[in-house]
């Protein structure tokens, strides 16, 4: 093995990390890519020899770019991560292989990643190295340009705005959140006002993300998402595993229609996240088609 090889199999070791990393940074996996591959291409033209940690001096990298990024997007006017859901880690619900496992270790929750786009970008960068990576004030202070006291602060700000925002915790048992996801598309199925009803907390939350087309919908309520609550014509249900929950690729007439997620609690659908962008409809439905079809309920 000769030694740019060698340099290579040594950052393939980091990759995983740097990409979650890189994800909870910026919610986009396109974006985390990215900045991975920044923090590889800074490394190749390094001498990797003066590096004595090198697992500390890629995350410094990457959350430097990501910073960056984050900084940049704030600017942008056109930004659409200010309305719309984030990129979501979506895998077939099943056995998974090594490269399914890899991604599910990249997810994080929708509500914790919608939360984290409303910080600023210091914020969330204090928030993720320290409370997410257990990075010390002294390094972050360093790749903020701050003081350690002030990324203490910052990360103290994030923290009480994260906990604010009461995101609500999935039941861990992933059986169990399937049980009440059939429950609900049973209920959609026949139209069971009553049920549907039944299979939600009373304070649910539906977001719908149509894409930079047209603004999200959030209707709250069980009543009124029940009354939204209806199979697609032609409807086929495809399990998923959205950030490491339950959720589903609805096609419909064997096109991809869209992508649900939901937040499962004491034995109630507490929120549902829903993409109906076609462009990321079709993105994310692109692997899950691949599989065998195995409808739900």
């Given at each position: 093995?000769?030694?740019?090889?060698?340099?290579?199999?040594?950052?393939?070791?980091?990759?995983?990390?740097l990409r979650a990393v890189a994800y909870r940074m910026l919610g986009s996996l396109a974006d985390a890519d990215d900045a991975v591959q920044d923090a590889w291409l800074r490394l190749s033209r390094s001498d990797a020899d003066q590096i004595d940690n090198l697992g500390g001096w890629l995350t410094t990298v990457v959350a430097r770019e990501?910073?960056?990024?984050?900084?940049?997007?704030?600017?942008?006017?056109?930004?659409?991560?200010?309305?719309?859901?984030?990129?979501?880690?979506?895998?077939?619900?099943?056995?998974?292989?090594?490269?399914?496992?890899?991604?599910?270790?990249?997810?994080?929750?929708?509500?914790?990643?919608?939360?984290?786009?409303?910080?600023?970008?210091?914020?969330r960068l204090a928030f993720v190295l320290h409370d997410m990576f257990d990075l010390p004030f002294e390094e972050i202070a360093g790749i903020a340009g701050r003081t350690p006291a002030a990324a203490r602060q910052l990360?103290?700000?994030?923290?009480?705005?994260?906990?604010?925002a009461e995101i609500p915790s999935p039941d861990p048992d992933l059986a169990r959140q399937r049980q009440v996801v059939r429950a609900f598309y049973a209920a959609a199925w026949t139209g069971d006002f009553d049920a549907l009803v039944q299979a939600l907390d009373p304070d649910v939350v539906l977001r719908?993300?149509?894409?930079?087309?047209?603004?999200?919908?959030?209707?709250?309520?069980?009543?009124?998402?029940?009354?939204q609550a209806r199979a697609p014509r032609g409807g086929q249900l495809r399990p998923a595993l959205v950030n490491g929950a339950i959720g589903t690729l609805i096609t419909r007439d064997g096109q991809p229609?869209?992508?649900?997620?939901?937040?499962?609690?004491?034995?109630?659908?507490?929120?549902?996240?829903?993409i109906r962008d076609p462009d990321r409809v079709h993105r994310l439905a692109s692997a899950l088609l691949r599989q065998a079809e195995r409808p739900m309920g």
């Open positions: 093995m000769d030694e740019n090889d060698w340099l290579a199999a040594r950052f393939e070791q980091h990759r995983p990390r990501c910073l960056h990024m984050l900084r940049s997007r704030r600017r942008r006017r056109e930004d659409p991560f200010a309305t719309h859901l984030p990129d979501l880690v979506v895998i077939p619900d099943g056995d998974l292989d090594p490269e399914q496992e890899a991604l599910l270790a990249d997810s994080v929750s929708l509500a914790l990643l919608v939360v984290l786009d409303q910080l600023t970008p210091a914020e990360a103290s700000r994030a923290r009480r705005r994260v906990h604010g719908t993300d149509f894409g930079t087309a047209r603004p999200a919908t959030v209707v709250r309520g069980a009543a009124a998402v029940a009354k229609f869209s992508v649900m997620a939901f937040t499962v609690a004491g034995d109630k659908i507490v929120r549902i996240d829903v």
